[in-house]
């Protein structure tokens, strides 16, 4: 007993075990995934911390309290059911809005769960409030509410959702909206406009319709909040999940921090069924897998046998993630199961292809094991992660709808036999290890930092001080502008009656 209350007070040193508040609402997997991964790093250092989620955690560590949003998470998957997410398409122009409201929606929905409405009404005091940022910022209030400093997490890299609010540069040269599916290092003159003009939008969009929208909603919950404008920019850190083997490099101000690869963990041993099967794969396995939202059972029949067909001409094993217990002409080749262990199958020496939806998760822990990627991207932010890791020459990607079984046999034969992917993969996979302290220390010494530094203010950028002219130097512009056309209207003045005078002198000498 002695020995472990040494150990725990061991971890916690500097930052005291400090209290911890989570909101990770977001009712989906892989949310949930980062959401756990990163309290329980924080909790296994000896913190206390309390996880507002979604979805229960089994076996979590004692200092890990969670607050269960019941019922949410089955409510989304029942509006999953009526979507056929393989087959219709978002035109960008509605995007903005739609993610506004759906995900205010998911934000009223928290509010309104008696369990998160008694820890509001606890009194509990926390050090630090995390969230996650994905068009939610009356969560922001959370920690105006319990008077801590705020750190958020962003699911990808800089973007529209974060960078206004840290006063980070994201020109649209080369910063790529998160609605188009562009990539930063190769836009074309026709996508850096429309780029460009996408980014205006989606800049007015945020401004003149998301923000007054949650500002209303927030207002309905908790009357005396301060309006959202007023808290919104109140944020000591954000953690990305990025990183520069996986993403294109982007500017960061000092309160932005890459995390890309936290939620990664060493191989475990695998079932002893699915070792032997994978061991005696004399030609090599392939893991198909779509992720945790999309769902292989969904996808459109004619599809479906399209895939089978290419894999009954493969001498390879395919592992393929399947929701439902029985999958019709399936090939002897082909292993379905509901659950593959992920990381631990890509870890195996004989993966030679990982078939994926492109989720930026999947694609680090492809890339941390060195497997090249056929990707099949659904929605755009997966068709960005596919493009980047196409240009980087580890995968080939065809968007899901587009998929057309000549294109689809031609790449598969390509990955497999051209060794220039495997390489590639595993020289990004090098680019992924090497960093001066692991991406979960870096979680944990971040948290902590602004935790000892009181918010660490010293962080803030003096851009977000700045009213809008001022950051885009428009009363620069329009002195130096002033100036310029008073002097060349001087000049010209001068001129006119230089000139005048000079006539009039030559007609009176005349």
Not at 154 to 173: F, H, K, L, R, T
Not at 393 to 411: C, G, N, V
Request: net charge positive; hydrophobic share 40%; glycine share 4%.
């Amino acid at each position: 007993m002695l020995l472990l209350c040494t150990l725990f007070f061991a971890f916690c040193t500097s930052t005291e075990c400090a209290k911890i508040l989570g909101i990770f609402h977001i009712p989906g997997r892989s949310h949930h995934q980062a959401g756990s991964t990163l309290m329980k790093i924080l909790a296994e250092k000896g913190h206390d911390v309390t996880i507002v989620a979604t979805i229960p955690e089994t076996n979590p560590p004692k200092n890990y309290k969670q607050v269960l949003l019941t019922g949410i998470y089955d409510k989304m998957q029942e509006d999953f059911k009526k979507e056929n997410f393989f087959e219709t398409e978002m035109p960008p122009l509605i995007a903005p809005i739609f993610f506004g409201m759906k995900m205010t929606s998911m934000v009223e929905d928290t509010f309104n769960h008696t369990n998160f409405q008694k820890l509001m009404k606890s009194g509990e005091k926390f050090d630090v409030v995390i969230m996650e940022e994905f068009n939610a910022a009356p969560i922001k209030y959370v920690a105006h509410h319990f008077k801590a400093p705020l750190v958020v997490y962003n699911a990808i890299d800089a973007n529209e959702w974060v960078n206004p609010y840290q006063g980070n540069p994201d020109s649209p040269a080369y910063a790529t909206n998160f609605y188009l599916p562009y990539t930063s290092s190769n836009m074309s003159f026709y996508q850096r406009t429309m780029n460009s003009l996408f980014y205006v939008y989606a800049n007015l969009v945020r401004v003149f319709f998301t923000i007054p929208y949650q500002n209303r909603m927030l207002h309905n919950y908790y009357p005396d909040a301060p309006h959202l404008n007023d808290m919104i920019y109140n944020v000591s850190l954000v953690l990305l999940n990025a990183d520069p083997s996986v993403h294109d490099p982007l500017p960061k101000v000092p309160s932005m921090i890459n995390i890309g690869g936290f939620h990664l963990k060493k191989p475990k041993a695998l079932p002893k069924d699915l070792q032997e099967l994978m061991d005696n794969a004399d030609e090599g396995v392939i893991y198909f897998s779509m992720g945790s939202n999309l769902k292989s059972k969904d996808i459109p029949i004619e599809k479906r046998k399209l895939l089978l067909r290419s894999f009954s001409k493969l001498k390879q094993t395919v592992l393929w993630k399947f929701e439902d217990d029985d999958l019709p002409d399936k090939p002897n080749n082909v292993i379905t199961r509901k659950w593959f262990p992920q990381n631990d199958v890509l870890a195996h020496k004989n993966v030679k292809l990982f078939i994926t939806h492109g989720g930026i998760f999947s694609i680090l822990e492809a890339v941390y094991h060195g497997v090249p990627l056929l990707a099949l991207p659904v929605w755009v932010e997966q068709q960005i992660n596919s493009k980047k890791a196409s240009n980087d020459e580890y995968a080939k990607y065809i968007p899901f709808k587009k998929l057309e079984e000549e294109i689809f046999m031609s790449y598969l034969k390509e990955l497999l036999r051209d060794p220039k992917y495997k390489e590639n993969a595993e020289r990004r996979s090098r680019i992924l290890r090497e960093k001066p302290i692991p991406a979960a220390e870096a979680v944990n010494y971040w948290v902590e930092y602004v935790i000892r530094h009181k918010g660490a203010p010293h962080l803030r950028v003096a851009a977000l001080d700045l009213a809008w002219y001022q950051y885009l130097l428009l009363d620069v512009a329009a002195v130096v502008i002033g100036l310029l056309v008073a002097f060349i209207y001087a000049v010209n003045y001068c001129s006119s009656i230089l000139f005048r005078k000079r006539v009039h002198k030559k007609q009176k000498n005349s």
